[in-house]
Every structure is written in C-alpha cells, then in structure tokens.
C-alpha cells in the first residue's frame, strides 16, 4: 500500500508512514496493516526490534483520517466509527504490550491517532521539530488512543492541563510528561535507523540520546497544580478566572474553545485513571465514549466546524458551566456487550448473585450482558435480565468463581454466608454488595479466610440509578488478591471502586461517608428553612452556599430546595432516590460501630435521632432524604 510502506531491514520490522502530504493522518486500512506487520513480527525470530517512521518533515502523524468518519457518521451510521475506533484501540494495546522493542521516531506533529502509534512505544524519540499533543477535545472528543492514560500519569496535573488546553508539547515538555522518552537531534535519526537495522541492538540509540531542551511548561507548573486540581471542568474554570494570571486566562480561553461534555468527561476519565497502569483498562474506557461520541456527543459538530466548514464556531451541545454529572455519566456507562475487548482477554467468569432486588437486579443484569454467566437466587423468587435463576444459594454459589450478595442486612448475610461458603471453591471470592454493619463483614471475611475463600466487603454508593447505569460507586474492603479478582466487576457495575483496606473497611468507609450525608443534608434543609423565615430568596441562597464555605454534595448536587441547583428528587415531589428509611438504617449501623468502638459521635447520633422521628414518626417513610425541608418548613423552634 503506498500510503504506508513495510518491509524487513536487516533485523528491523520497519514501518513507515507515507503520506505526508496529509501529514500522514492514519487511515483504517494503515491500522489494519501495521497490526498485521506485529502480528507477524511478534513471533518472527529473525526481527528483534521495530522501527516505526515517519516520510515528511512536517509532522510523524498528525491524527486520524476522520473524514470518512464524518460522512458514515453523517449518514446515521455509527457502526464505521465505532468499528474504526476499535480497531485502532486494539492496535494501540499491542503496541503498549509488544513483546519486542519498539522505536519511535516523532518528528513535527504527533497528535491524536498519532499519539497511539508513536507514544507506546518502548523507545520514543523526539527532536527538535517534535510538537506532540492531544487535541481531541477541539472536535468533541476525549483524549483516546491510549492517551488518557499517558495524561493520568503525567506529573502533577499536567495531564489535565494538556488534556483540556490541548496545548502542544514541545520535547522537553514531552519527555516531562511521560509522552516520549529520549531526544536526539534529527541530524542523526538517519544513522541511528542504519545502525539500528543493521544490529538490531539499543546501544547506538542509547549512546545517541543527549540532554533534552528544558521544558517550558516547567515554570508554570505550580500555577497548574492548583488551578487543574479541581474535581470537575467547573471547578477548573472556575479556578483559573480566580488566578487571573495571563497564562491562566490564556488556558482559560483555550478551554472556552472546546467541547464542555467532551472535557468533562476527560477530566473524568484522568481521575478514574490515575489508579491503573493497565493500558486496555484506559482503551476501554475511551471506547464507552467514542463509541457514543457522534450519536450523542459533538463529534460530528466538532469535526463539521473544523475541517468541513471550517467555520471554527462549533454550536456545542452544552455550555462550559453547565455539563450535567448525569451526562458525563451517561458518555462513561459501560457498553455491555458492545465492550471493547482484546483477543486475550479471558473468558467470562461464573458468577452467582443473591439477591435480585432493586439494586442486585440490575447489578446482575448487567454483569449478565457484559458476558458472564450469571446465575441468581432470590427468596422472593425475582429475576433479572440475562440471569438464569436457581433455586438456592447453595446451586448459585456451586462452581461460581465469584458469589454476589445484595441483601437487606447483616443478619441475613449471615445467614447466607454459612449456607454458600462450604458449597465454594478454594480461591473463589465471595462479594458482598450490601450495607451491613462492620462486624457482620469482618465475621463473615473470617469465616471465609478459614474456608481458603477470598472475601470483600463492597457497600455501594449510587443508588438504584447507578446500579442500572452501571455507574455505582465501590467501597471495598478485603485482600488485594481479592480485589484484583473483582476488579473487572466492579468495573462493568460502576463506574469507580476504591480499596479501602482490610476487611471491614469497606463498610467502615460507607457508613462513615453517609454519617456525613446524613448531618450535611439535615444541615442543608435546615439552614434552608431558616433562610426561608429571614426572607432571603432560595436561589440566592443556593447561589452563595454551593460557591462558598457552606457548599457540600447534598447542597450543590443534591439540593433539597425544589426548583433551584440541578435536577433532584426535590424536583420530583421528593419521590426517592435514596429514601429516608434507607438512611436511618445506615446512619443505625454508624451509630452501633460508633458505639462498640468508643467513637465519639454527636452529630452521627443527632441526625439518627431526626431520622428516626422523621421516619417513624412523622411522614418520612417512602420519601426520599432531602423531604427533611418541607418537615423544617413546618416545624417551629420550640
Ligand atoms: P431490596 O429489598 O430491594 O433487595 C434485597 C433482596 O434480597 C430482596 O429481593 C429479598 O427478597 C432478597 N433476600 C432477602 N433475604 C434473602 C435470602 N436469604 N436469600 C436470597 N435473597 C434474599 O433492597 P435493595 O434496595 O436492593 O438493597 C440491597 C442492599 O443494598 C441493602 O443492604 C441496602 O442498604 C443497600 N443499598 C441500597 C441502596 C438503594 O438506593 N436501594 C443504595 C445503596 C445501598
């Protein structure tokens, strides 16, 4: 093919791209042969190394040919993007896992696409040309190709910084932020190729490498640590209008250019992916949103505005300060079985789930559709989607490498621990979903440690929502083997899981976390209905508290006011979420632990008792936990 040559130099694999003229944008037949050209050099005992170049002065690779992807996508066919995308993702995996060196060299531009052929691999050199970056946010998309992860990991928050600005890095900066290893001057690229072709030894590159320029983002780099550490896109914006700095604001218009939903959820994914150095962990998140970036993203937009019409004012489907967490959520669901997968992936695990109700169906229904075999058992006999049910804990726990719980309480995990754990193999993890208290779950993790049965305690936080979203949040207690087998579960039912430690501690985190809830939002409805009788309008007051020292989840994304903050059940007659009952049974169970711990706890005591009154007493029962207003609304000071 002309637009990429491949061939054998001596003891190369060398591929070259030729297209310079396109400043060798990578099209999907280049992706298919160089995957190819690995494939068959992999295992090719006459290769030791791979070279990969690039014809043209101007750029190594300047992105992906996505005109193509624009007309299908045009044309309501989304199944040649996302085809295109995974093909290429795919090829980006074996370049990051390939079992032999492989050599870079990256003139000029290297961006997007180019990123994913150039900056995996083992060597990556840069000189004096080298402009690398990842400006997919410009067309409305989310760094891809691998690239999150790189941004994840790049010191400090540059990652975010590159990510978002879409600057282009120079070599120094470069080599700084983890997208390039070594510079050497592009007088002596030619020669090294020679050399490296010749004895298919590093040691002419090694002795190649001289001192890199200084990177120049290095002076700013305190100012981008504190303006990108924020926890969301608005929180960035914000930060750099406060700094003022002529470099903030020059980031700051930056952003203003690109896709709010596509950097929200950049910002996202470089948060999620701090945690992993595992490269198909980040394709495979990218893919969640590449794969739904031109039917519901600004793909298409973006792509309209900046190469078509050339117009450069994209009609971005949000604005900047307004990208709901809902839709970032949305872009990052996880795909079921349109997941992106790597031929080496195992297969899909045996898993027994017990308890279907309303958080363990969808829970299992989803793992169901993501491929695994799922069996259930629940004594109200219900079901779910995809799952074959049995008829006792002990048939779903048989032969299961994982067993799931979603129960009601403690007691009752009990109860089914002591029927499922002997039915286990060795090895075999028991997961257990529910809020229950601490000394159930460290009860339960050691009688499984005497059984040789892995256990985790892994209470959720996200509600009903989440669990049919795919987008809960895991608190996990239990070993790393424990976790690490886990792990891609958690990932196909939530959208993040933090090991918090031994076992136990998963639970101590999750009633420690809704000990806050529960005193953050009584405080919220109160300070509400105070405003209220000092005349002082709910907006205003919302306006001030979510941007000032009062603000916390339950009043900037929860607010319990309706009509004012964003969408919540206030909104909706206070009809649940999480509804209160639920809360006085986990702020119950902080309550037992603060006690048999000696804790002192006052306020974790005081919004229990309200709870308790609220729910048992008044008519908080059925309702969700932000209905504490309307009672604050009615009740007087006595
Ligand atoms: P649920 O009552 O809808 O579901 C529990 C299920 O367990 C029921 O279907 C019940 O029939 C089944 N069950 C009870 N005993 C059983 C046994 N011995 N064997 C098999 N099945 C049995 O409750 P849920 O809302 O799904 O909550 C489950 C757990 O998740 C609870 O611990 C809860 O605190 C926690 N949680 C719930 C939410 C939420 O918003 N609902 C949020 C976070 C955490």
Not at 128 to 143: D, H, N, Q, T, Y
Not at 252 to 272: F, G, Q, T, W
Not at 369 to 380: K, N, P
Request: with cysteine.
């Amino acid at each position: 093919m002309s637009d990429i040559h491949i061939r054998v130099s001596g003891k190369a694999g060398h591929i070259t791209l030729n297209r310079p003229d396109a400043l060798n944008a990578l099209t999907y037949d280049m992706v298919h042969a160089i995957d190819s050209a690995l494939r068959a050099w992999a295992h090719d005992p006459e290769i030791a190394l791979v070279i990969i170049d690039a014809l043209g002065e101007k750029a190594f690779c300047a992105g992906g040919d996505i005109a193509q992807l624009y007309e299908t996508g045009r044309a309501g066919d989304f199944s040649y993007g996302q085809g295109f995308w995974r093909d290429e993702y795919r090829l980006n995996a074996r370049l990051a896992g390939y079992s032999k060196p492989i050599v870079s060299f990256l003139q000029g531009f290297t961006m997007g696409g180019g990123v994913g052929i150039g900056c995996h691999a083992s060597h990556r050199i840069v000189g004096e040309s080298s402009r690398i970056a990842m400006p997919e946010c410009g067309i409305g998309l989310v760094p891809d190709v691998g690239g999150s992860l790189l941004l994840a990991h790049a010191p400090g928050r540059l990652g975010e910084y590159f990510g978002l600005t879409t600057t282009r890095m120079g070599p120094g900066d470069a080599i700084l932020s983890g997208f390039a290893d070594h510079f050497i001057p592009q007088s002596e690229w030619d020669g090294l190729k020679v050399a490296l072709c010749e004895t298919g030894q590093l040691a002419s590159l090694m002795s190649a490498v001289k001192e890199a320029p200084v990177a120049e983002i290095i002076e700013h780099m305190a100012m981008i640590e504190t303006c990108f550490c924020g926890e969301s896109l608005d929180d960035i914006c914000r930060n750099l209008q406060n700094d003022g700095s002529d470099f903030a604001l020059k980031a700051l218009s930056a952003i203003k250019r690109n896709s709010p939903i596509a950097m929200a959820v950049a910002v996202e994914m470089i948060h999620r992916l701090r945690s992993t150095t595992d490269i198909k962990r980040a394709l495979e998140l990218e893919y969640r949103f590449t794969y739904r970036a031109m039917e519901h993203g600004d793909f298409l937009e973006g792509i309209r505005a900046a190469i078509i019409d050339k117009d450069r004012t994209p009609k971005w489907k949000h604005t900047l300060d307004k990208v709901p967490a809902v839709d970032v959520s949305f872009m990052l669901r996880p795909l079921g079985k349109d997941k992106l997968t790597f031929e080496e992936e195992s297969t899909a695990m045996k898993i027994g789930f017990i308890g279907l109700g309303n958080m363990g169906g969808p829970m299992a229904a989803n793992l169901a559709a993501a491929g695994h075999v799922v069996t259930g058992f629940d004594v109200a006999g219900t079901t779910a989607d995809g799952v074959q049910n049995v008829s006792s804990a002990v048939e779903a726990a048989n032969g299961a490498d994982v067993v799931i719980t979603m129960l009601p309480n403690g007691a009752i995990l009990r109860s089914v621990a002591n029927e499922v754990i002997p039915a286990m193999g060795k090895n075999a993890v028991l997961l257990d979903c529910s809020t229950v208290d601490v000394e159930s779950a460290r009860a339960v993790a050691e009688q499984c440690a005497k059984a040789g049965v892995l256990s985790l305690d892994a209470p959720v936080s996200g509600g009903i929502g989440g669990a049919s979203a795919g987008t809960l949040t895991f608190m996990v207690g239990g070993t790393d083997e424990g976790y690490t087998k886990a792990l891609p579960l958690f990932e196909i039912m939530g959208q993040k899981s933090v090991h918090c430690g031994a076992s136990g501690n998963g639970q101590a985190a999750k009633i420690c976390n809704n000990m806050i809830l529960g005193a953050t939002m009584i405080a919220t409805c109160e300070s509400f209905a105070l405003a209220d009788k000092l005349g002082l309008d709910r907006q205003k007051m919302f306006d001030v508290v979510s941007t000032s020292s009062g603000y916390s989840w339950s009043m900037n994304a929860y607010c319990p006011a309706p009509g004012v903050g964003p969408e919540s059940p206030a909104d909706n007659d206070y009809k649940p979420g999480f509804a209160a009952e639920l809360m006085l049974k986990d702020l119950r169970l902080s309550q037992e632990a603060a006690i048999a711990v000696k804790a002192d706890t006052p306020m974790g005591a005081m919004a229990q008792a309200l709870y308790a009154q609220f729910v048992e007493d008044e008519d908080g029962l059925g309702k969700d936990f932000s209905a504490m207003l309307p009672k604050f609304e009615k009740s007087e000071r006595p």
